[in-house]
């Protein structure tokens, strides 16, 4: 089994070849405007777990998840030839919210700035 850093490494160079084909390879329009936040292979480098995320939010996940999910054989064939392993883990995306919360949470810490800051004032 590989250690840790060497599953990390893995991990890093899928993102960097992903995030590189969705920019200059792949025409889909459902996969326009997306990006790779985290990638996770496991142990036994059977699956990688690819977490992507859009500008608009959440109101396209469906969409770009089919895209990634009929597009994912082409992704994996082309990956498996630029990332030398013995055997190219199976691809797995999953739709991460995690920006858009974080958006969530600076709005509501910039509103209650604001409170704070009429509390102050008078």
Known sequence: MPSGLRLQRIA????????????????????KQIYITDVKVDKELAYADIFVSA?????????????????GSFIRRTLAGRVDLRVFPRLR????PTPENADRIEQVL????????????P
């Not at 910039?110 to 004032?121: G, I, N, P």
């Open 12 to 31: 890093d160079r899928i993102r960097r070849e992903l995030s590189d084909m969705l920019v200059r390879e792949i025409s889909d329009p459902r996969l």
């Open 55 to 71: 500008v608009e939010g959440t109101t396209r996940s469906k969409e770009v998840l089919n895209g990634l999910e009929s597009a």
């Open 110 to 121: 910039a509103e209650l700035r604001q409170k704070q800051k009429s509390v102050e004032k």
């Open 93 to 96: 995306f999953h739709w991460d």
